[in-house]
Structure formats: C-alpha cells, structure tokens
C-alpha cells in the first residue's frame, strides 16, 4: 500500500508527496548523491550500463541484497524508493504485485538498465518527466530478481514528477513495461493505471462544496457541520479507494499562498493517507497474498500481518527541499539539497537516526508568556 500525488500552490509551483506502507521494518537511508556520482546497472548477459550523474540528488534508500562477509553492502547497493534531484526531478517506487512476468528480449550486446536502478538512472540523469519518457523509448529496462523479497522480480512500478508540473508512470505487467502520462498526478497500487484513470469516471459527481440543506417532502433537513461534500469518497484503504481520495484531495485542497503553506497543505494531505498498526490485518494464509509486497518476510511479533506508514515524504520541487518522517516520528525532518550542492561525495544516514534527532523544546518556555 503507497499513496502519491502532486500538488501546486496558487502561483502554479509544483510540490510532490507520497506514503509507504508495509507490513515491516526495513533497514532505510536517506541517502545523498552528488553530481558526477559514477556506478554502473548489471544485468546478467548483458554489457554492464555505466552511469554517471549529471544532477546531485537525495533520496530514501535501502540495499536490495544481504550483506555477507565476502561481500559487505556499498553504494551501488542502495536502491531508490522515492528521491528528489537539483532540477526538481522526483522518483517514486511503488508497489505493484504483478509486474513480473515474460519480458521482451534484448540483444545480448547492448547495455540493459535493470529496474532496480531506474530511480538513480532517472535522477542522476534528466531534468524533466518528458526526458525520461524520451530516454526510455531507446532504453531497455529489465526487471531482475530481489534477494531482499527472496527473489521475486521487482514488484513495483514507478512515477515521476517534474517542477513543471508533468508526471508520468512507468509500469510493468506482466512483465511488459508501458510508459504513461500522468494526467492526474496520482498514483497508488493495482490494478494497471490506465484502469485507476477509467475508474476515475464513476466519480464525476464529487465536489468540495458541502451541500448541507435539503427537503423530504415536506421536512427540511439540516446537517449538523460541514464535511458533507467528502460523504461520495470511497472510505476503504484498499489501492482502488485511495487512488481516488488522492485525486480529489490533490483537486479540491485550497492553493497555498506561500510555499511554506503548500508544504504543510500537502503534509495536512497526506496526514490523510497515514495508517496505524493494527487498522487492518491479514491472518498468514501460506500464500501470502495479504503482501501487498511479493516475497517480504514480516516480523513474527504478531500472528498476524498489518501493514502501516513506515515512512511519509514530501517535496518542494522548486525549492529542492526534502522532507522524510518515519512512523515513530511526530514531524518530518527537511534536507536541502541546494545546501549539499558543494559536496562532492556521497553521504548517507539512516532513517532510524533521523528519527532520533527530533526538536526539543522544553528549554524554550519562559516564566512569563512572551509575545507571539
């Protein structure tokens, strides 16, 4: 379960935000990549793709294998779930169980692009949503086994969003990968996207307009506060229902004046889409069909398995401001990326370690109460 949506403040500046949800812990970074940053996509039988960063970035990761002794996790092993690089650029992974299957074949001679590496192939190389769709009509993509999901091949399809605005979706089913416009900005999970966008047409009814007054023949009816307008949003926090709660809060929100305002609007957005533990859970059947994520083992705590919001982050995609907080932090912590432009190497924290660093403000109250 992850939720995602754009959204533009009233001088039409583009902001992006997204939800994570899985049934478990994962051992994340928020991770930072400079321009020039070098590394290379290997898919087996193929010549390695080499790649070098044109643009800086920042981005959550987490490393697709297990480390061994042999072999211990370096940079080429964090993959990107979500990032934001210094044209404004963003990546979101998201997951989507039935991306894998037979995959068009590929001349052994040419360099393919493993879908594990899209998101730092995305970021580290184009400015806008419409380069990348360009770059990968030449660019052959393949989707690869993931020790980390015991070998499930990458279970996931991915959106980009650009400062101007435009967003696309890149999606494999059944192994067949298309590449979308994203005229709504929104994505969630399955079934394919062009399918969420047809549904979108069983909706034409909604509005923000609260209509709080009516009559029943000869009795007026009043409701007791407003919020009636929302009564038509599907409530359940399946990937069909949330698709289309996102495409009306991202429609019907009040365009901030300021950008500061527009990054809380969007948080207050997406303080819509958080989940608890607990809010819904799947007893293990043995065919894990309650994953929403093939092949992730979940802790065995619990009988059960729930999925929650590991992780929220937003975006300022004109200010290239960042923001992360995970599901045991009370706010989000912000990373600018126009301060990091001067580091030439990579740098790395773990999301554990963020959420340790939160403000505390008992030192700042005073005897008396001072002037706002």
């Known amino acids: ?139 052959p993509v393949m989707l690869q086994p993931l020790g980390l999901l015991g070998g499930v091949e990458s279970p996931f399809h991915y959106v980009v969003h650009d400062a101007g605005g435009a967003s696309i979706v890149i999606e494999f089913d059944r192994g067949e990968m298309t590449v979308y416009d994203n005229p709504v900005g929104v994505m969630t999970n399955g079934p394919k996207f062009d399918w969420h966008l047809t549904n979108l047409d069983n909706y034409t009814f909604l509005s923000n307009v609260d209509r709080s007054t009516g009559t029943f023949g000869a009795r007026k009816v009043v409701q007791p506060d407003s919020g009636i307008a929302t009564a038509g949003l599907p409530s359940s926090n399946t990937s069909v229902g949330r698709f289309v709660r996102a495409a009306y809060y991202a429609e019907f929100t009040e365009k901030a004046a300021t950008p500061d305002l527009a990054v809380q609007s969007l948080a207050h957005i997406l303080n819509t889409f958080d989940r608890p533990r607990g809010a819904s859970i799947d007893y293990p059947d043995g065919a894990g069909g309650h994953l929403e994520v093939q092949g992730l083992a979940q802790s065995d705590e619990t009988p059960y398995a729930t999925e929650y919001t590991c992780w929220t982050s937003l975006s300022d995609l004109d200010r290239k401001l960042f923001f992360v907080r995970d599901y045991r932090a009370l706010n989000f912590s912000a990373f600018d990326l126009t301060q990091l432009s001067e580091q030439t190497t990579p740098l790395s924290v773990s999301l554990d370690h963020v959420r340790s660093l939160p403000p505390d403000l008992t030192g700042s109250l005073t005897v008396r109460p001072s002037a706002r």
């Open 1 to 139: 379960m992850c939720t995602s949506l754009g959204y533009k403040d009233a001088t039409g500046k583009a902001y992006y935000g997204r939800t994570l949800e899985l049934t478990t812990d994962l051992p994340y970074q928020v991770t930072y990549f400079p321009a020039g940053f070098e590394t290379t996509s290997d898919v087996p039988g193929h010549p390695a793709l080499a790649m070098t960063a044109k643009h800086a970035l920042i981005a959550v990761t987490m490393p697709y294998r297990m480390p061994t002794a042999e072999a211990p996790l370096g940079l080429a092993d964090l993959k990107i779930l979500e990032g934001l690089n210094d044209k404004g650029l963003t990546f979101s992974l998201l997951s989507y169980p039935h991306a894998g299957g037979t995959q068009k074949s590929v001349d052994m001679t040419q360099a393919v692009l493993s879908a594990s590496d899209l998101g730092l192939w995305a970021l580290g190389q184009f400015a806008t949503a419409a380069e990348v769709k360009e770059a990968l009509s030449a660019q």
